[in-house]
């Protein structure tokens, strides 16, 4: 970790209210080294970052998370997202294969939505 003191008129923009999204992750069949990821996807709006923690730790039922806001501002049409917490387990596969970003999201299996 490093710490600086920053200049804050050096920023050019904010999002007041940004989406979240959460990506809840579970290994169907952990005792299996090679088994997949799934992953069950949520957008949150309309809350802050402290209640988007307290709602995934509410609803992660033993499975990690991974916490990100949603970024639409760097190329328009094409949002963006910036970890908060967690780890995606994709990234570890994807450092032992040189997987690309594009790459590592096309992997991903999504679980149905529950409501």
């Known amino acids: 970790m490093w710490v600086h003191g920053v200049d804050p008129r050096n920023t050019r923009w ?4 940004p989406a979240y999204r959460v990506y809840f992750w579970q290994q169907p069949h952990p005792e299996n080294p090679h088994s997949i ?8 709006g309309d809350a802050d970052v402290d209640e ?3 709602w995934a730790r ?3 039922a033993g499975r990690r998370f991974v916490v990100y806001v949603r ?9 963006g997202l910036v970890r908060l917490l967690g780890t995606d387990p994709l990234d570890e596969l994807s450092e032992n294969m040189s997987t690309s970003l594009e790459g ?7 679980l149905p939505v529950r409501r």
């Open 14 to 17: 904010e999002v007041l209210h």
């Open 37 to 44: 990821w799934i992953s069950d996807e949520w957008e949150i």
């Open 52 to 54: 988007v923690l307290n």
């Open 58 to 60: 509410d609803n992660a």
């Open 71 to 79: 970024i639409d501002t760097v190329r328009p049409g094409e949002p």
């Open 104 to 110: 590592r999201f096309a992997q991903r299996v999504r």
